[in-house]
C-alpha cells in the first residue's frame, strides 16, 4: 500500500524560506513521477513540480526559479525548497505520486491532478505580508 507524507510547512513571512518533505512508502515503480501540489481556499488544486524518476523535473510558471523540486532515492523522500515566498504561495501543498512503465530515461511528468494516483494528506504553508 502506497502511502505519501508532507512534512515541512509552516509559516514563514514574505521572502522566507521553506523545504517541504514528501516520504513515500509502499512505492517501489521502477519509473514514475512525483509531484507536489497546491490550494488555496476557493481555489482549484494546482501542479507546482514534478519530478521523474530518472531526474527531469517541471515546474509552474508561477514558481520557476524559486521552488527546486528534488528526490533523496536512498529515503524515498522527496523535496520542495521554496524560496522568495510570496503571499499568495499560501496553500495546503500536497505531494502526489503514479507510475509510469514506460521506464523511459527522460520524461517530463505533468502538472495536472488527474494523473497521479497517490497523493497524500498535505502541509499547511502560510505566507504572511
Known sequence: QVQLVESGGGSV???????????????SFSSG????????????????????????TSYADSVKGRFTISQDNTKNTYYLQMNSLKPEDTAMYYCAAYPTFHGADYYLCPLTTSRYEYWGQGTQVTVSS
Not at 13 to 27: I, P
Not at 34 to 56: C, D, L, N, S
Open 13 to 27: 513571512q514574505s521572502g522566507g524560506s521553506l523545504r517541504l518533505s514528501c516520504a513515500a512508502s509502499g512505492y
Open 33 to 56: 513521477c512525483m509531484g507536489w501540489f497546491r490550494q488555496a481556499p476557493g481555489k482549484k488544486r494546482e501542479g507546482v513540480a514534478a519530478i521523474y524518476t530518472a531526474g527531469a
